[in-house]
């Protein structure tokens, strides 16, 4: 082990190879081995090393539950569902120091494999840790797909929090659950009463700037936004959802321009980010320069209100057939974006 540590690498996977072949019962030789695989991205050939090493220590629990735990996660790496939960399954079953982990990996199984009833009893059963506070939001947003909306606030409203910031989590989560099932005001009431217990806290600013929006409260999303510029001076998002509304509206032209560069330079290349300074310089009459920046943002991101804009803009130039392809391909992916409707309607009903 050491002499694989001390070679190259190629060499090093020469020696190790080497001696797990003469010595196949080393077992620190074959976890050394393979860890070096996983390491370097070999995740088939190391998950067939941890499966020799789980078959070798299925008499000692204790020595099992970690090779367990690695072999359940390069399953998950590998797409190998099946696999995957029936290491977890075990892993859970025998109390290991990851169950935590296995409970809510069992619970994303179980999820996107059609079955919410036991999803939601894996992520019911994830304690405090890494992985409470996702569980919660994805156990509730379960409960919303089936019809149960208040059911989902409960469960957020009863989770515990180990901090402000997890606090806010909650708040956001139960916000967004509202704004997918259109109760935009009461989102705003929900983000609203968590601003009054955390005045500063950056990133309910973002949240309840983005609902104001959706409200037409324009004079309350700069506000906040403004806020949230000063409290954190390097937040590109805040740059540009503030850039993006003043250009979006058609209004102060100029300032939303600098306010999306000034975006991209700390975030430079973001497709988002991109996208609002085309849409601006369309606004500001360049649909040539708009075209070509909003081209780059949909090279780099296929996203349907990135189309809508880039749609709109080939539209103004005249070439309304590239202009329907693109909007066309954005509806098969994303059918119900709103923006992407809206401005189909208005251009090509």
């Known amino acids: ?71 359940a996660v390069l399953s998950l790496q590998l797409d190998d569902k099946a696999e995957a939960e029936i290491h ?15 409970h809510f990996y069992l619970g994303q199984i179980a999820a996107e494999s059609k079955r919410p009833d036991e999803a939601l009893q894996w992520y019911g059963k994830v304690g405090r840790g890494e992985h409470y506070l996702s569980a919660r939001l994805q156990a509730a947003s379960l409960l919303v797909k089936r019809g149960n909306l208040e059911e989902a606030r409960r469960l957020l409203a009863s989770s515990e929090a180990a901090n402000p910031q997890e606090r806010a989590q909650l708040l956001i989560g139960e916000a967004q659950l509202l704004r997918e099932a259109g109760q935009i005001a009461d989102a705003h009431a929900v983000l609203a009463r968590g601003l009054e217990q955390q005045p500063d806290q950056p990133e309910l600013l973002y949240e309840i700037a983005m609902v104001a929006e959706k409200l037409n409260r324009s004079d309350e999303l700069e506000r906040h936004l403004r806020r949230l510029i000063e409290l954190k001076p390097d937040h590109a998002h805040a740059y ?40 601006a310089l369309f606004r500001m009459g360049d ?27 080939l539209w103004s130039l005249g070439h309304h057939d590239e202009a329907r392809q693109t909007w066309d391909a954005a509806r098969r992916a994303h059918p119900a974006n709103e923006t992407l409707t809206e401005t189909i309607k208005r251009l090509a009903p």
Do not use: C
């Open 240 to 279: 540009n959802a503030l850039g993006y509304t003043l250009a979006d509206r058609n209004i102060r032209l100029p300032e939303a321009l600098a306010l999306i560069e000034r975006a991209l330079q700390l975030a430079p290349n973001d497709p988002l980010i991109l996208d609002s300074k085309g849409w």
């Open 88 to 102: 977890l399954r075990k892993l859970a079953e025998i109390g290991h120091v990851e169950a935590d982990k296995a």
């Open 287 to 313: 649909a040539r320069a708009a075209l070509e920046v909003l081209g780059a943002a949909y090279g780099m991101r296929a996203d349907p209100e990135i189309a809508a804009h880039l749609g709109e803009v």
């Open 1 to 71: 082990m050491l002499l694989a540590q001390l070679s190259e690498k190629g060499a090093a996977f020469a020696v190790l190879e080497e001696f797990i072949a003469a010595h196949p019962e080393a077992r620190n030789a074959r976890l050394t081995y393979a860890r070096a695989l996983v390491g370097d991205k070999r995740y088939v050939e190391g998950r067939r090393q941890f499966g020799i090493l789980l078959q070798q220590s299925e008499s000692d629990p204790a020595r099992s539950g970690d090779v367990l735990f690695a072999v």
